[in-house]
């Protein structure tokens, strides 16, 4: 019998701001690997709930929600990616801190987790996939032959969420950001499910004072050591 060989899948996980987004967009393209941003799923469930009048404290309608979302992925033409929630396009409802906040809220419901489970495991397809999260290597993807826990201090998170709004336009204060930021670690780290922690066998990459470079590096070089590449 031949056997059919596993589909590999590196795990990005960590706090906000740590920079895995870019890390794992990164990786993705380098590999021509899948990308799966588990964060905007749940930033799309909170939006949902939003538009369809759902309350957040309502666990039951809110993991309706997230059975029945209907979301789709695209690219744009300066390779950005799209996200719509029943055709509509919500790509810049779902990056404002008050969504970062409402997936947050919505993030910490079991049920919702439950929910999002098997959308986010069918994201794994041939050639590979890297998967962007919180609980990628804990819990979606467990067997994953490399997963990496990236992280970086509070202060230096916030100083990064600040200089990306401040280019955006947005008005902001940093000791407000910070603030979120506290807030939401301790949110995501304290939930009864699936809270934030690195997996037994990641790899723990602190990028504070590092750029964007130096991490890429240190990525390719673990990834390179486990013969992904
Ligand atoms: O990565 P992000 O900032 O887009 O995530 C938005 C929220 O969703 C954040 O509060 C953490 C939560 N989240 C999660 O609980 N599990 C994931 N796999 C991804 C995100």
Not at 5 to 32: N, Q
Not at 45 to 69: S, Y
Not at 99 to 111: E, H, L, M
Not at 123 to 149: I, Q
Request: proline share 4%.
């Amino acid at each position: 019998m031949t056997e059919v060989p596993a589909v590999p899948v590196i795990t990005v996980d960590g706090p906000s701001g740590a920079g895995k987004g870019t890390v794992s967009h990164l990786l993705a393209a380098e590999l021509g690997w899948h990308f799966l941003d588990s964060g905007a799923l749940y930033r799309v469930t909170g939006q949902a709930c939003l538009i369809e009048g759902v309350d957040l404290d309502h666990h039951a309608a809110v993991a309706d929600i997230a059975r029945e979302l209907d979301v789709s992925f695209s690219a744009a033409d300066n390779g950005e990616v799209l996200v719509a929630y029943k055709g509509q396009d919500i790509s810049a409802d779902i990056r404002t801190e008050e969504g970062g906040r409402a997936a947050s809220r919505v993030a910490a419901i079991p049920a919702v987790r439950d929910a999002l489970l098997a959308r986010q495991r069918d994201f794994l397809r041939p050639p590979g996939l890297v998967a962007d999260g919180r609980d990628m290597g804990t819990v979606v993807f467990p067997d994953a032959p490399l997963k990496l826990f990236l992280t970086a201090s509070a202060e230096e998170r916030a100083e990064r969420r600040y200089k990306q709004l401040i280019a955006k336009g947005e008005s902001v204060s940093l000791a407000r950001l910070l603030q979120d930021i506290r807030e939401r670690d301790a949110r995501d780290s304290s939930r009864e499910v699936a809270p934030l922690e690195p997996a037994e066998d990641a790899v723990i990459i602190d990028s504070t004072g590092a750029d964007i470079d130096q991490v890429f590096a240190r990525v390719m070089a673990e990834v390179v050591r486990t013969g992904l590449a």
